[in-house]
């Protein structure tokens, strides 16, 4: 029986929302227990949005934006199960629509160590590592201020930038605007991020913690003076 309590409303957004906020959630409790087992995504997914929409919502058609025609909200919503379940790395992709719970092989010892200083561990936080700066060509400016997202990691700078994207389930590849290697990357990217605050710069609405409205060349200046003040 579809549940009473769903909002259902006839738009892409809405289908974008239901499928990452509660199918996807359901699938994650459902498959918990199966371990290094694949499983069919679509075989878990589909009853449970036949539970919670009715044959009539899923029939509803939906206009394209961008191009004449419509499609209906059964093919939208399942077209993001399989968009997100990969974009956001929710599991394993095993080809031809099969899935397998993540297993510790999946994660490297750096994703270990950038997850460790993500929850506040002091001792993941004195590696030396890599800032990194990022953004969308959609919003850069070449001598002007724009949103630039400043993270830390002790691995692959274009490997985390990618993992960052997914996790915000962008339309576009992210540019990498810069990189640079310090000493003691916790505090230093906590230093960077305190200052660009005492600046006004925090983006505070901003999809993530860690974007800035800023300029390269100011994050550089930033880290070339956390750095010198490290090391005198």
Request: no cysteine; charged share 25%; glycine share 6%.
């Amino acid at each position: 029986m579809p549940d009473s309590q769903l909002n259902f409303e006839p738009t892409r957004s809405f289908a974008y929302r239901f499928v990452r906020y509660t199918v996807l959630p359901e699938v994650t409790k459902e498959v918990a227990s199966l371990g290094d087992n694949p499983f069919l995504l679509r075989e878990i997914a589909w009853p449970i949005i036949d539970r919670l929409l009715t044959k009539e919502q899923q029939s509803v058609r939906i206009p394209r934006a961008q191009s004449e025609g419509d499609d209906s909200m059964a093919s939208i919503v399942r077209f993001y199960v399989n968009f997100l379940a990969k974009g956001l790395d929710l599991f394993k992709s095993m080809g031809n629509g099969y899935f397998r719970v993540h297993s510790e092989a999946d994660i490297s010892e750096d994703d270990l160590v950038d997850e460790a200083i993500d929850s506040g561990d002091e001792e993941a936080g004195e590696f030396d590592g890599w800032i990194y700066a990022f953004s969308f060509p959609i919003i850069v400016k070449a001598n002007s201020v724009f949103p630039i997202k400043i993270g830390k990691t002790v691995g692959d700078v274009d490997t985390r930038v990618a993992d960052q994207a997914k996790g915000s389930a962008s339309f576009e590849q992210p540019v990498i605007l810069g990189r640079w290697q310090v000493k003691r990357v916790g505090p230093t990217e906590l230093a960077i991020h305190n200052v660009l605050k005492a600046r006004n710069k925090w983006r505070e609405n901003a999809p993530g913690r860690e974007w800035f409205d800023t300029t390269i060349a100011e994050v550089e200046s930033i880290i070339n003076f956390v750095s010198n003040e490290k090391t005198s």
